[in-house]
Protein backbone atom coordinates (compact mmCIF):
# COMPACT_ATOMS: atom_id res chain seq x y z
CA UNK A 1 0.00 0.00 0.00
CA UNK A 2 2.74 2.48 0.79
CA UNK A 3 5.84 3.16 -0.79
CA UNK A 4 8.60 5.58 -0.64
CA UNK A 5 10.06 8.24 -2.60
CA UNK A 6 13.23 9.23 -3.27
CA UNK A 7 12.18 12.89 -3.39
CA UNK A 8 15.48 13.63 -1.54
CA UNK A 9 16.75 12.60 -5.02
CA UNK A 10 14.47 14.87 -7.33
CA UNK A 11 14.75 18.02 -5.17
CA UNK A 12 15.81 21.42 -6.86
CA UNK A 13 18.63 23.27 -4.86
CA UNK A 14 17.63 26.09 -3.27
CA UNK A 15 17.95 29.35 -3.71
CA UNK A 16 21.54 30.73 -2.87
CA UNK A 17 21.64 32.69 0.20
CA UNK A 18 21.24 36.38 -0.44
CA UNK A 19 22.88 39.36 1.36
CA UNK A 20 19.48 41.29 2.01
CA UNK A 21 17.30 38.37 3.09
CA UNK A 22 16.05 37.95 6.54
CA UNK A 23 18.59 35.56 8.78
CA UNK A 24 17.54 32.42 9.08
CA UNK A 25 16.38 31.23 12.56
CA UNK A 26 18.66 31.60 15.49
CA UNK A 27 20.45 28.32 14.95
CA UNK A 28 20.30 25.22 17.47
CA UNK A 29 22.77 24.07 19.55
CA UNK A 30 22.78 20.05 20.49
CA UNK A 31 19.81 19.11 22.39
CA UNK A 32 21.73 16.76 24.83
CA UNK A 33 20.22 13.57 25.99
CA UNK A 34 17.08 13.45 27.92
CA UNK A 35 17.77 12.38 31.46
CA UNK A 36 15.34 9.29 32.05
CA UNK A 37 13.48 11.05 34.67
CA UNK A 38 12.16 13.14 31.32
CA UNK A 39 10.65 10.09 29.69
CA UNK A 40 8.59 8.76 32.69
CA UNK A 41 4.64 9.88 32.61
CA UNK A 42 3.93 12.52 35.45
CA UNK A 43 0.24 12.47 36.79
CA UNK A 44 -0.36 15.73 34.65
CA UNK A 45 0.81 13.67 31.48
CA UNK A 46 -1.67 11.07 32.97
CA UNK A 47 -4.37 13.70 33.35
CA UNK A 48 -4.12 15.19 29.95
CA UNK A 49 -4.15 12.09 27.86
CA UNK A 50 -7.49 10.56 29.90
CA UNK A 51 -9.08 14.29 28.96
CA UNK A 52 -8.27 13.73 25.61
CA UNK A 53 -8.97 10.02 25.57
CA UNK A 54 -12.59 11.01 26.92
CA UNK A 55 -13.35 13.77 24.40
CA UNK A 56 -12.19 10.91 21.85
CA UNK A 57 -14.82 8.83 23.39
CA UNK A 58 -17.56 11.22 23.77
CA UNK A 59 -17.25 12.39 20.26
CA UNK A 60 -17.34 8.58 18.95
CA UNK A 61 -19.98 7.72 21.47
CA UNK A 62 -22.37 10.71 19.97
CA UNK A 63 -21.64 9.59 16.36
CA UNK A 64 -22.81 5.62 17.34
CA UNK A 65 -25.78 7.13 19.03
CA UNK A 66 -26.94 9.19 16.86
CA UNK A 67 -26.71 6.95 13.55
CA UNK A 68 -29.25 4.81 12.15
CA UNK A 69 -28.82 1.01 11.35
CA UNK A 70 -29.74 1.85 7.85
CA UNK A 71 -26.76 4.86 7.70
CA UNK A 72 -23.75 3.35 9.03
CA UNK A 73 -21.62 3.41 6.31
CA UNK A 74 -21.54 7.52 5.92
CA UNK A 75 -19.73 7.70 9.19
CA UNK A 76 -17.61 4.73 8.68
CA UNK A 77 -16.49 6.73 5.11
CA UNK A 78 -16.20 9.72 7.27
CA UNK A 79 -13.87 7.94 10.12
CA UNK A 80 -11.74 6.44 6.91
CA UNK A 81 -11.52 9.99 5.40
CA UNK A 82 -10.34 11.64 8.70
CA UNK A 83 -7.52 9.10 9.32
CA UNK A 84 -6.23 9.51 6.15
CA UNK A 85 -6.59 13.26 6.65
CA UNK A 86 -4.99 13.33 10.00
CA UNK A 87 -1.73 11.84 7.99
CA UNK A 88 -2.07 15.20 5.62
CA UNK A 89 -2.55 17.53 8.92
CA UNK A 90 0.70 15.74 11.03
CA UNK A 91 2.88 15.93 7.72
CA UNK A 92 2.19 19.59 7.62
CA UNK A 93 2.55 20.64 11.16
CA UNK A 94 6.04 18.24 11.33
CA UNK A 95 7.06 20.04 7.69
CA UNK A 96 6.20 23.75 9.78
CA UNK A 97 7.88 22.91 13.08
CA UNK A 98 11.38 21.08 11.47
CA UNK A 99 11.52 23.83 9.23
CA UNK A 100 10.30 27.20 11.17
CA UNK A 101 10.95 28.92 14.38
CA UNK A 102 12.70 28.54 17.17
CA UNK A 103 12.60 27.39 21.07
CA UNK A 104 11.52 30.73 21.72
CA UNK A 105 8.70 30.73 19.24
CA UNK A 106 5.27 31.88 21.20
CA UNK A 107 2.80 28.74 21.38
CA UNK A 108 5.09 26.50 19.30
CA UNK A 109 8.38 26.70 21.02
CA UNK A 110 8.10 23.52 23.28
CA UNK A 111 7.11 21.84 20.22
CA UNK A 112 9.39 23.13 17.50
CA UNK A 113 12.55 22.05 20.40
CA UNK A 114 11.01 18.56 21.41
CA UNK A 115 11.16 17.83 17.34
CA UNK A 116 14.51 18.93 16.94
CA UNK A 117 15.27 17.26 19.99
CA UNK A 118 13.96 14.50 18.41
CA UNK A 119 16.33 14.82 15.09
CA UNK A 120 19.42 14.55 17.52
CA UNK A 121 18.42 11.03 19.40
CA UNK A 122 15.45 9.70 17.35
CA UNK A 123 15.46 6.15 19.72
CA UNK A 124 14.82 8.37 22.60
CA UNK A 125 11.15 8.51 21.60
CA UNK A 126 10.82 4.48 22.20
CA UNK A 127 11.85 5.12 26.06
CA UNK A 128 9.31 7.48 26.77
CA UNK A 129 6.07 6.64 28.69
CA UNK A 130 2.94 6.69 27.18
CA UNK A 131 1.18 9.65 28.36
CA UNK A 132 4.97 11.47 28.24
CA UNK A 133 4.73 11.37 24.48
CA UNK A 134 1.22 11.95 24.15
CA UNK A 135 0.20 14.44 26.46
CA UNK A 136 0.61 17.42 24.32
CA UNK A 137 -1.40 16.40 21.49
CA UNK A 138 -4.20 15.08 24.01
CA UNK A 139 -4.64 18.39 25.81
CA UNK A 140 -4.91 20.17 22.10
CA UNK A 141 -7.95 17.46 21.90
CA UNK A 142 -9.24 18.24 25.22
CA UNK A 143 -9.70 21.88 24.81
CA UNK A 144 -10.67 21.91 20.88
CA UNK A 145 -13.05 18.61 20.33
CA UNK A 146 -15.57 19.15 22.85
CA UNK A 147 -16.61 22.88 21.91
CA UNK A 148 -16.36 21.65 18.08
CA UNK A 149 -18.43 18.67 19.21
CA UNK A 150 -20.96 21.20 21.30
CA UNK A 151 -21.36 23.13 17.75
CA UNK A 152 -21.93 20.28 15.45
CA UNK A 153 -24.53 19.22 18.11
CA UNK A 154 -26.01 22.27 17.88
CA UNK A 155 -25.75 23.40 14.19
CA UNK A 156 -25.68 20.08 11.96
CA UNK A 157 -29.37 18.20 11.54
CA UNK A 158 -27.90 15.18 10.85
CA UNK A 159 -24.62 14.95 12.65
CA UNK A 160 -23.45 11.42 13.48
CA UNK A 161 -20.68 12.06 10.27
CA UNK A 162 -19.59 14.94 11.75
CA UNK A 163 -19.07 13.37 14.83
CA UNK A 164 -17.44 10.48 13.95
CA UNK A 165 -15.06 12.86 11.58
CA UNK A 166 -13.73 14.95 14.05
CA UNK A 167 -13.70 12.17 16.65
CA UNK A 168 -11.36 9.98 14.55
CA UNK A 169 -8.98 12.99 12.90
CA UNK A 170 -8.79 13.90 17.00
CA UNK A 171 -7.80 10.15 17.72
CA UNK A 172 -5.75 9.63 15.02
CA UNK A 173 -3.73 13.22 15.66
CA UNK A 174 -3.61 12.83 19.16
CA UNK A 175 -1.77 9.22 18.51
CA UNK A 176 0.72 9.94 15.82
CA UNK A 177 3.29 10.48 18.45
CA UNK A 178 2.55 6.84 19.17
CA UNK A 179 2.90 5.47 15.65
CA UNK A 180 5.82 7.80 15.48
CA UNK A 181 7.16 5.57 18.48
CA UNK A 182 6.31 2.56 16.80
CA UNK A 183 8.10 3.35 13.67
CA UNK A 184 11.62 3.99 15.52
CA UNK A 185 11.13 0.85 17.80
CA UNK A 186 12.98 -2.08 16.65
CA UNK A 187 10.98 -4.51 15.47
CA UNK A 188 11.56 -7.52 17.35
CA UNK A 189 10.20 -5.20 20.10
CA UNK A 190 7.17 -4.38 17.91
CA UNK A 191 4.01 -5.67 19.31
CA UNK A 192 2.62 -8.39 16.28
CA UNK A 193 -0.30 -6.41 15.03
CA UNK A 194 1.67 -3.50 15.40
CA UNK A 195 4.10 -4.75 12.40
CA UNK A 196 1.46 -6.34 10.78
CA UNK A 197 -0.26 -2.49 10.36
CA UNK A 198 2.82 -1.11 9.45
CA UNK A 199 3.59 -3.55 6.79
CA UNK A 200 -0.23 -3.11 5.37
CA UNK A 201 0.56 0.30 5.03
CA UNK A 202 -2.24 1.37 8.14
CA UNK A 203 0.43 2.78 10.25
CA UNK A 204 3.76 4.73 9.19
CA UNK A 205 6.33 2.09 8.53
CA UNK A 206 9.87 2.13 10.33
CA UNK A 207 11.58 2.16 6.67
CA UNK A 208 9.39 4.99 5.42
CA UNK A 209 10.01 7.11 8.33
CA UNK A 210 13.77 6.12 8.07
CA UNK A 211 13.81 8.11 5.26
CA UNK A 212 12.81 11.50 6.94
CA UNK A 213 16.12 10.90 9.24
CA UNK A 214 18.47 10.98 6.63
CA UNK A 215 19.86 13.76 4.50
CA UNK A 216 18.53 16.11 3.41
CA UNK A 217 15.84 16.00 6.07
CA UNK A 218 13.19 16.92 3.84
CA UNK A 219 10.68 14.37 3.15
CA UNK A 220 8.53 11.99 4.94
CA UNK A 221 6.81 13.82 6.82
CA UNK A 222 3.36 12.68 7.72
CA UNK A 223 3.45 10.00 10.60
CA UNK A 224 -0.24 8.60 11.31
CA UNK A 225 0.09 6.46 8.01
CA UNK A 226 2.39 7.44 5.39
CA UNK A 227 -0.08 7.26 2.64
CA UNK A 228 0.66 10.89 1.94
CA UNK A 229 4.14 11.12 1.82
CA UNK A 230 4.90 9.43 -1.66
CA UNK A 231 2.07 12.51 -3.14
CA UNK A 232 3.73 15.19 -1.23
CA UNK A 233 7.58 14.42 -2.07
CA UNK A 234 6.25 13.33 -5.31
CA UNK A 235 5.11 16.77 -6.37
CA UNK A 236 7.52 18.60 -4.24
CA UNK A 237 4.30 20.28 -1.94
CA UNK A 238 6.89 21.24 0.58
CA UNK A 239 9.52 22.67 -1.27
CA UNK A 240 6.41 24.81 -3.07
CA UNK A 241 5.46 25.87 0.21
CA UNK A 242 9.28 26.97 1.10
CA UNK A 243 9.36 29.19 -2.01
CA UNK A 244 6.28 30.48 -1.21
CA UNK A 245 7.45 31.76 2.57
CA UNK A 246 11.11 32.21 1.27
CA UNK A 247 9.90 35.01 -1.79
CA UNK A 248 7.85 36.52 0.73
CA UNK A 249 9.29 36.71 3.58
CA UNK A 250 12.78 36.13 3.08
CA UNK A 251 12.74 33.32 5.76
CA UNK A 252 14.74 29.66 4.90
CA UNK A 253 13.67 26.54 5.66
CA UNK A 254 15.78 24.70 8.47
CA UNK A 255 15.87 21.83 5.49
CA UNK A 256 17.85 24.42 2.96
CA UNK A 257 20.95 24.63 5.40
CA UNK A 258 21.06 21.52 6.61
CA UNK A 259 23.12 19.10 7.80
CA UNK A 260 23.83 20.95 10.94
CA UNK A 261 23.40 20.22 14.45
CA UNK A 262 19.82 21.11 14.30
CA UNK A 263 19.13 17.68 12.42
CA UNK A 264 21.98 15.27 13.10
CA UNK A 265 21.90 12.55 15.14
CA UNK A 266 24.61 12.25 17.92
CA UNK A 267 25.41 9.01 18.46
CA UNK A 268 26.52 7.13 21.92
CA UNK A 269 30.15 8.61 22.81
CA UNK A 270 29.67 11.81 20.85
CA UNK A 271 28.65 14.18 23.29
CA UNK A 272 29.28 17.63 21.28
CA UNK A 273 27.33 16.48 18.29
CA UNK A 274 29.95 16.87 15.35
CA UNK A 275 29.40 13.07 14.63
CA UNK A 276 32.68 11.90 15.72
CA UNK A 277 32.71 9.37 18.53
CA UNK A 278 35.10 10.50 21.54
ZN1 LIG B 1 11.36 15.74 11.76
ZN1 LIG C 1 11.27 10.32 13.89
Redesign the pocket.
Known amino acids: MYTMTPRCQLRAPPPPRAATTTPPAPSFTTPSRADPDELRSTWQHRAWTLAGATAVLSSVTTSATTTSPTSIAEPLAASLLAYTLADLATGVYHWLIDNYGSPTTPLLGPQIAAFQG?HAH?ST?TRRDFSNNLHSLARAVAFLLPPIDAALAAFTPDAASAHAFVGVFAASVAMSQQF?AW??ENPRRLPAGVAALQRAGVLVSRAA?AA??REPYDCNYCIVSGVWNPVLDRYRVFLALEMVVFFRTGVRPRSWDQPDAAWTEVHAGDADGDGESE
Open positions: HPIHAHHHH
